[in-house]
């Protein structure tokens, strides 16, 4: 960190790990604001989670201060942790201006990314929660056209073949998450086949998982399909990573499952669906990261999914849930939904008195 300034004046900060904080010098009054300016230079490591080199590319996330929320009279941001996220931002509007080496592409949160791109150039991007960058080293790119939006997918091997699956994968899953939620916000999506599976605004990553190396093809098309879910549920509707994980996992895997039982013309599988909740203990869903052991994923994204599944069964089942999805993003699109809210909207869309069948599965305050 080379230089920070506060309001134009040079001002003293802290860096301690990832947590940067520069002391104001009077408190701001609500609705008041500072402009702060960071001038910084970082090298990205290579094997770092989401914020790495990769191959021949560079994956930029997380790779500027960010505003963390503030809530409870502090600010709502955790330890750094190697899995799951451990910040929480709002939405905000960026304008990025970058220069890049000759012989790569820039492919970003930013909806009009060119291929190649020029080795320079300028993008605004509005009410996202954060901004991601690849900056890729010689990508085979496969393009396909969704109603508005540009499907960009960017693999690198000599699969074409497989790479343009991917595209129609993704143009399915989009075209039937736009109709049974809402509209995609941008006319641009790019999916990078490269580090683990992960969302980010208008751009996603998908080729590994956790403690594993690249997926087969058939869990690549799952995880492409379970991050563009994310769109949504953390792009669109907002909840917080850490202590309400389950709410875009659990709802991204919900709509992922929703997508391949329609596309496949199937039944929601209730009995196996008991079957699994029957492996699993009794522990709910909704616990902040740093309460579960490493079987975190059982619970944040499994049960919770099925247990949004169970919802439906004996109320309507697939076509009252595509109707709940269009509900539910209308009332929170661009606002933040916790637990609680969840469990209030969901009561009152079912007319249900009690809180007896979430106490099943969430701890309820
Ligand atoms: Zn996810």
């Known amino acids: 960190m080379n230089n920070v300034t506060l309001n134009d004046e040079q001002v003293e900060y802290n860096l301690e790990k990832d947590t940067l904080s520069i002391p104001l010098p009077k408190e701001l009054e609500p609705g008041e604001g500072a402009r702060v300016h960071f001038d910084y230079e970082f090298t990205l490591p290579e094997g770092g989670l989401r914020f790495t080199k990769s191959n021949d590319n560079y994956h930029l996330a997380q790779f500027y201060p960010m505003v963390a929320t503030y809530r409870s009279n502090q600010w ?8 799951g996220e451990t910040y929480h931002t709002g939405f905000s509007d960026f304008k990025v201006s970058y220069e890049i080496p000759e012989g790569y592409t820039i492919v970003s949160t930013g909806e009009d990314d060119e291929y190649p791109s020029k080795t320079d150039g300028t993008f605004d991007v509005n009410d996202v929660k954060e901004v991601f960058i690849a900056i890729l080293k010689e990508p085979m790119v496969i393009q396909k056209q969704e109603g508005d939006v540009n499907i960009r997918v960017f693999g690198f091997e000599d699969k074409e073949d497989f790479y343009s699956e991917i595209s129609d994968v993704a143009a399915g899953a989009l075209h039937y998450f736009q109709e049974i939620i809402g509209p995609y916000p941008f006319k641009q999506l790019d999916i990078v086949l490269d580090g683990l599976g992960m969302e980010y605004p ?21 995880i492409v399909v379970h991050e563009l879910a994310h769109q949504w549920f953390y792009g669109i509707i907002s909840n917080d990573p850490y202590n309400d994980a389950w709410l875009d996992e659990g709802f991204a895997n919900f709509v992922t499952g929703l997508y391949n039982l329609t596309s496949n013309d199937q039944e929601i599988p209730y009995e196996s669906m008991e079957e699994q909740l029957g492996s699993l203990e009794s522990i709910p869903v909704n616990l902040p990261l740093d309460q579960y052991d490493r079987h975190m994923s059982s619970y944040i994204y499994s049960k919770s999914s099925i247990m949004l599944f169970k919802i439906f069964e004996n109320r309507g089942g697939i076509e009252e849930a595509e109707n709940y999805l269009k509900v539910y993003y209308d009332n929170y699109k661009y606002k933040e939904v916790d637990t609680q809210e969840f469990v209030r909207f969901t009561k009152k869309y079912f007319s249900l008195t009690d809180d007896f069948f979430f106490k099943e599965w969430l701890l309820l305050e």
């Open 76 to 83: 709502n941001k955790k330890d750094y942790r190697f899995r």
């Open 202 to 222: 208008g751009i996603v990553t998908a080729n590994s998982i956790y403690e594993s190396g690249p997926v087969n093809p058939e869990v690549l098309k799952y």
